[in-house]
């Protein structure tokens, strides 16, 4: 049941940035900014696998399995990918995603929202 609010409540996050983001573009890149730090790279990509893992354990158990089971394997990986870039790429990449402009950043924002929106209907 934990696991449950953990899901909706990641999903209702991912729903509340997506509308800040979505209104206040500039929002993402303070976001994206300050995952930039050395230990905050780390700390992410351990809490990406944390979330993967999570996500992989109830995924059977919801709605919408086959989706909440890609999100973890997508999220394990993209841990993986970040321990392996380190922070020096991963600045990198950052900064050339801070490079476009608002209307590609809106349109990920309306992409956190799809998914946040998923991930609450699947639990």
């Known amino acids: 049941m934990a696991e449950f609010i953990v899901i909706k409540l990641f999903g209702i996050a991912m729903v509340s940035a997506g509308v800040v983001f ?3 573009p500039d929002a993402i890149k303070k976001y994206l900014t300050y995952w930039t730090k050395a230990k905050r790279v780390y700390t992410g990509a351990g809490l990406s696998v944390l979330a993967g893992i999570i996500f992989l354990l109830v995924a059977s158990q919801c709605k919408l399995a086959w989706f909440v089971a890609l999100l973890g394997i997508w999220a394990i990986v993209k841990g993986i ?5 380190g922070p020096k790429k991963f600045t990198s990449k950052v900064n050339w995603c801070l490079s476009k402009p608002p209307g590609v950043l ?3 924002a309306v992409l956190a929202l799809v998914i946040g929106t998923m991930l609450v209907c699947s639990v």
């Open 81 to 85: 990918i970040l321990f392996v870039l």
């Open 22 to 24: 979505l209104i206040i």
């Open 106 to 108: 809106r349109m990920m």
